[in-house]
């Protein structure tokens, strides 16, 4: 099952691989060219949307719908997350702003993680847990859910503040469409899980009301922030926020870690029961919220969203106490489908990979598994390609171009930027005579001597430039061809050698002008032949005129005399 929270934009995919490598848990798979994502894997953590540098991956949207509340003059109460302050540190021109858009109240985030705080106290209070884990984020809690279920019993009872402050917003304003403003893609999930229903109505990507209000944000605006209790909670979207709103503990102690693989070694200490007595804070994204998703676009201005927010809160830490909104939360463990496979089936798809020695199992993790092994298992379970591997990919090109280049019939030289030999292949040795001398770092000029040639390197055309010439030194007739490879300034020149072909050319031609001589000769002497009986013919002819005129004459007389003898 695909996901609808990221998508896949088709025509701008690279196919880059970069999303799949990028994948914490192994969710993004690569099959029939092109990437998608197990959605039931999945923790929307946002890692594949950040990494895409071809904006190849789209994001589900509730804006229009957000609008649409607003263009019905509906109740609308935005929750704005504290790490706002990264986008548009001015929080009382941005409210001034939305509330001229038609949201009827804004309130900041940090009000229900002020909360979150006191049930967080309340627990280490008790003191009834080997270890708590708190944490702010829906991904990590996916993952905990999914990877490492047999830890459910560490993660604090707690929803998160968005969830909290939803609950509170849906008391204060029961017939109004709560919506969060997000940093987070995991939040338009967690809204939708059964266990916070109704809670949160809709979310906002930061970037998408920044680009709604753009046009009316000015910065000579006067900067306002409105304290309240607990103000501290201001720095939640801070990697260590949530412990520095906690008062220090005789019975736990804390740490905070963030980004998935880091927060992966933590789970697995705990799994091995390296670690007791610990409060820990975990985020999916490094920097906490602050490096969210959905501020991705925004992280020059991360440091000045932070030190805002240090400057606008109270010092005064959370104590513990009564909670009046519900914060209660249960998690379970997810029992997600995971193909098994003998070790004779991996090893198989190991060889059928090409993997069938030491120096084949490169490890390098360029196809987004860190291992090849891990390749060959999310090949059986159907989520990659087998037949991509980069250095196989590489070796394979590199093996094709030795071979065409040590057993094409044709010399191919290379020369640097400076016009000296770096490379020259067998056929070209032999051609030259270098066979028994190490040609590299010889001049052009000295290898082929030619003036026109060199003039054509030097112009370092892109378009293959193409040479016919002799050369003495050499008793050979060359045909190049002349390729400049502009990235790495380098020419390439191709030597066809025609000496055999244009040897064999002049034998032709001299064939047949040989020919056409003894042709020539055999029809004048043809010429001549007739011409002479030609000749014999004539004067017979004539001879036999002359008979037959005066024989003509004779009769013709003899028939006059005898007419005039009748009269």
Sequence with gaps: MKSKYIRLVEAQCHNCMRCVRECPVGAMTYVHNEPSIAAEECILCGGC????????????????????????????????????????????????????????????????????????????????????????CPSINTLIEKEYGDLVSYMAPVVSPFIAHGRMLKEKYPNAKVVFLSPCIAKYKEIEDQRFTGSIDACI????????????????????????????????????????????????????????????????????????????????????????????????NEWVGASRIHKNMDLQKITPGKVDVDVDASWAEENIYRPKHTEEEIDEEMIAMGKTSPDKIHDCGACGYESCRLKAIAVLDGKADPKICMPEALERAQSLASVVNENTPNGIIVFDADLKVREMNPAARKLLSYEMVNPTGMPLDAVLPNPELAEIVAQKQAKTQYLRTYYDIYQRLFEHA???????????????????????????????????????????????????????LGETTAESKVALVKLQQVITGEEDDSGKNTH
């Design 49 to 136: 949307y950040v990494a895409c540098p071809h904006e190849a991956k789209s994001l589900l949207s509730e804006f229009a719908q957000v609008q649409k509340w607003l263009d019905e003059k509906q109740e609308v109460v935005l929750s704005v997350a504290p790490s706002f302050a990264a986008v548009w540190p001015k929080l009382s021109s941005l409210e001034k702003i939305l509330k001229g858009r038609g949201f009827s109240h804004i309130e900041e985030t940090a009000r229900g993680a002020a909360v979150v705080s006191k049930a967080y106290e309340n627990l280490i209070e008790k003191a009834e847990m080997k270890n708590i884990i708190s944490t702010a």
């Design 205 to 300: 990507g930061m970037e998408e009301i920044l680009d709604w209000i753009q046009a009316d944000l000015k910065d000579d605006e006067k900067d306002e922030w409105i304290d309240f209790q607990g103000s501290i909670s201001r720095i939640y979207p801070i990697a260590g926020g949530i412990l520095q709103t906690l008062a220090p503990s005789e019975h736990y102690k804390y740490i905070a870690v963030d980004g998935v693989a880091r927060v992966k070694s933590l789970l697995e200490s705990m799994r091995k029961d390296h670690l007791e007595g610990y409060f820990v804070e975990v985020n999916a994204c490094q920097g906490s919220c602050m490096g969210g998703p959905l501020l991705s676009h925004f992280t020059h």
């Design 482 to 536: 002349i390729v400049h490879i502009t990235n790495d300034d380098l020419t390439v020149v191709i030597l066809m050698d025609r000496t055999e072909e244009e040897y064999k050319e002049k034998m032709m031609t001299k064939m047949r002008d040989e020919t056409m001589s003894v042709t020539q000769k055999v029809l004048d002497d043809q010429m001549r032949a007739v011409q002479e009986i030609a000749s014999l």
